[in-house]
């Protein structure tokens, strides 16, 4: 088997990754690795870390969903303000 290479990946290829293989505990590492060189981020323990991570991947998913929605808006007749309206956000 092939030894995947995490340090070549980006945050957002190793972030896919991890939500894939959640259980891949050297992923999970190298992502940590990856957020703490970000610039303001300080992990002092592992609860905070799977928070932040948490937090981030959360985002994500808004932000895939939102896109998802105004894809789904341009196919059919109904805007996408009425389907934000409809859907509360």
């Known amino acids: ?3 995947v290479n995490f ?5 957002q290829e190793l972030r896919a990754y991890v939500l894939e293989h959640r ?3 050297e992923a999970f590492h190298a992502l940590t690795d990856k ?3 970000e610039p303001g981020i300080e992990i002092t ?5 799977h928070k932040l991570i948490e937090a981030r991947l959360d985002e994500a ?5 939102y ?5 789904i808006s341009m196919l059919g007749t109904t805007p996408f303000e009425d389907i934000k309206r409809e859907l509360g956000i």
């Not at 340090?7 to 945050?11: E, F, I, R, S």
């Not at 998913?61 to 969903?65: F, G, S």
């Not at 896109?67 to 894809?71: I, N, R």
């Open 23 to 25: 259980d891949d505990q």
């Open 35 to 37: 957020l703490t060189e």
């Open 1 to 3: 088997m092939t030894k």
């Open 45 to 49: 323990s592992t609860e905070q870390m």
């Open 67 to 71: 896109a998802a929605l105004e894809e």
């Open 61 to 65: 998913d808004v932000r895939d969903a």
């Open 7 to 11: 340090q070549g990946m980006t945050k």
